[in-house]
């Protein structure tokens, strides 16, 4: 593998593909090593994978290069989502470049505009559900059973196998050095999942010595995992009414969750929770310090980070890769309202200079 430029189908051999595949070159994403992050929150060494360098600007494009390639292997004719934004992006654009219709469900007036904008523009039919996203997933899943529609949710498999190359990449960029931890944002569960098992393929194909500790991080108002990790269960209860800025992850029933915990018992991770407060001086200081835009959801990792150094959970001499989900442009509304407003100023050097010094 040495030698091939970083990408999805750099790993076609270990992928469960045998067509050419739908590709926007997805993957080959950035691994930032941030410094002045690192001693902001505490720790040795601090890499950031920023996954929002996708083609919609979201990691979802890697399971969806992959889930597409499958769908027309399979001879399907529709392809389907639920989603709070970037699901939906990625299914539009795979849809439009292998000329397959895709429907896309979407919980109405919790959608980042980014994320509605390229669902539009891309082609899906977009249905906009008078509920959240876990009742938009099971009326997507209850569609996709009753007539031949393929579902590309991440319980769809093939999804997950997709989203597993974050881990290869990482191993790949850290030259089969492995970090002690894995800190990323959960939602439905379905990444956490997907990168462990990247990892321990490539420790099983005897390419690196360990698994990092897969850390998930979700927000006080929509921690489900979270608390099911505090209690030391196999499963989570389910919540009713999810709140957060990060609409991305603002769901109460992840489907992927048993699998998402056995991720974390097995590497023996953790998972812990942060304010929308702690969310946005995360993004601020991923923004401010290191040059690195993510929306909300996206933030939860560097916040997550912070608090579990803190708590003592994460030692100062761990090496740490934090990966962040999406692009700052997806939720522009977010960023507008948390970021420093502008100067308005009349059209004269005077009135320039006047604020400048
Ligand atoms: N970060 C972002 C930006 C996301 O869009 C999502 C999930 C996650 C993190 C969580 O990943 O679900 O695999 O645990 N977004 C889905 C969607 C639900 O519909 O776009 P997960």
């Known amino acids: 593998l040495k030698g091939i430029a970083l990408s999805v189908w750099k790993y076609a051999k270990l992928l469960p593909v045998d067509r050419k595949p739908i590709t926007i070159q997805e ?9 002045r992050l690192a001693e902001k929150v505490g720790v ?29 292997e399979l001879g399907m004719e529709t392809i389907a989502c639920a989603s709070t934004g970037n699901t939906s992006a990625a299914l539009s654009i795979y849809g439009a470049k292998a000329a397959v219709p895709a429907i896309v469900l979407l919980p109405e007036g919790k959608v980042a505009l980014g994320k509605v904008a390229q669902a539009l523009m891309h082609g899906a039919k977009v249905l906009s559900i008078r509920g959240n996203f876990d009742d938009a997933l099971e009326l997507v899943r209850e569609l996709c059973d009753k007539e031949k529609i393929y579902l590309l949710n991440s319980i769809n498999p093939y999804r997950l196998e997709g989203q597993k190359t974050i881990g290869f990449e990482i191993a790949d960029q850290l030259d089969f050095q492995m970090p002690d931890r894995l800190v990323l944002p959960v939602g439905n569960a379905g990444n956490i999942t997907a990168i462990h098992k990247g990892f321990k393929e490539f420790k099983n194909l005897g390419l ?28 989570i209860t389910p919540e009713k009414n999810p709140e957060t800025i990060a609409t991305a992850i603002r769901i109460g029933n992840p489907v992927n969750a048993r699998k998402a915990l056995i991720a974390i018992s097995e590497s023996n991770g953790g998972a812990e929770s942060v304010t929308d407060d702690e969310l946005v001086e995360a993004q601020i200081d991923l923004a401010q310090l290191e040059g690195i835009g993510v929306e909300p959801a996206s933030a939860t990792s560097v916040a997550g980070l912070k608090k579990l150094v803190e708590t003592g959970v994460i030692g100062a001499n761990e090496s740490v890769v934090c990966v962040t989900t999406g692009h700052l442009l997806k939720d522009p509304e977010e960023v507008i309202s948390v970021a420093p407003k502008p100067i308005v100023v009349d059209a004269t050097m005077e009135a320039i200079r006047k604020v400048l010094y």
């Open 27 to 35: 993957g080959g994403t950035p691994l930032y090593k941030c410094d």
């Open 44 to 72: 040795r060494e601090l890499y950031v994978k920023h996954e929002g360098m996708n083609p919609t600007g979201s990691f979802k494009d890697r399971g969806m290069t992959v889930g597409v390639s499958k769908a027309l």
């Open 208 to 235: 690196t010595d360990k698994v990092p500790q897969m850390m998930g991080i979700q927000t006080e108002g929509s921690c489900p995992i979270v608390k099911a990790v505090r209690e030391g269960k196999t499963d």
